[in-house]
């Protein structure tokens, strides 16, 4: 009988190859599969799913299966998926992120863009964060998250156009409540943008802090985290608003298709 083909996983994320988060996941899912970093050489986060199109890159191989690139999150997808890994993935995982993606996050989050560079080449793609603010993280409740939903997806796959966005409470594996489906919520920072003064005395601004205002909603990723559940939110492709496209048909369509341009 033919030997079963071992999973491969492409492993990443926007803390940096060093990172913890992803030390863990590349010990902890070995017995999943095959696992090779290919993450960025320095913190990324909040790069979104920014390209680099204007600079060279450079892929650095610091040990066996831990490939660095001087790039951002979707930089290193794309170049592990067509020029390191030896083949296509069955898998890719990003995180374990030290800090939550919860709400609009997600439109910033190198993490999850990462994820979503991987649905776009056609691999399945999870991102994973820890949904707490400040250390220690507990690093150990998320290989547990990771290896569960490593084994599901591997089994089962997921529906088409789709990643995951996985968030799970800062917590000990004893005190997590369970696991569930959630939607994406809402999630504003305010006073994120600090007036400061420079070395020199000059003023000048930073964008970062700030206080989450979020959706207390049940369902939502951020209600159900703060009530001690993971939420694995399932997130499309296809940003299009499909209600507001039956609604602006119908409120503009006739003058859209009657205007001429002169």
């Known amino acids: 009988?033919?030997?079963?083909?071992?999973?491969?996983?492409?492993?990443?994320?926007?803390?940096?190859?060093?990172?913890?988060?992803?030390?863990k996941l590349f010990k902890g899912l070995k017995q999943a599969g095959e696992t090779i970093i290919v993450a960025p050489d320095r913190d990324n986060s909040a790069v979104s799913h920014s390209l680099s199109l204007n600079r060279p890159l450079t892929v650095k191989e610091l040990e066996e299966n831990i490939f660095s690139i001087n790039g951002t999150p979707a930089d290193c997808v794309t170049i592990g998926v067509e020029k390191v890994l030896p083949r296509k993935p069955d898998l890719i995982v990003s995180g374990i992120n030290a800090g939550a993606n919860l709400g609009h996050d997600i439109s910033y989050s190198g993490t999850v863009s990462a994820a979503k560079e991987g649905t776009i080449r056609g691999v399945p793609s999870m991102a994973l964060s820890i949904a707490g603010r400040g250390g220690p993280y507990h690093f150990d409740t998320g290989l547990q998250c990771a290896i569960l939903m490593t084994e599901l997806i591997l089994a089962n796959g997921l529906p088409g156009d789709c990643y995951l966005n996985i968030n799970i409470p800062n917590l000990k594996p004893s005190e997590i409540n369970g696991l569930k489906i959630t939607r994406q919520g809402r999630r504003i920072y305010e006073n994120a943008l600090q007036e400061l003064s420079d070395p020199w005395g000059r003023p000048c601004l930073w964008i970062g802090g700030g206080k989450p205002s979020q959706e207390q909603e049940c369902g939502t990723d951020s209600f159900e985290t703060d009530k001690n559940y993971i939420s694995i939110t399932p997130i499309h492709l296809d940003l299009t608003n499909y209600e507001a496209l039956d609604t602006l048909q119908g409120a503009w369509g006739s003058t859209l298709k009657s205007y001429q341009f002169s």
């Open 1 to 23: 009988m033919q030997e079963k083909k071992k999973a491969l996983i492409l492993l990443t994320n926007d803390d940096g190859v060093y990172a913890p988060g992803l030390r």
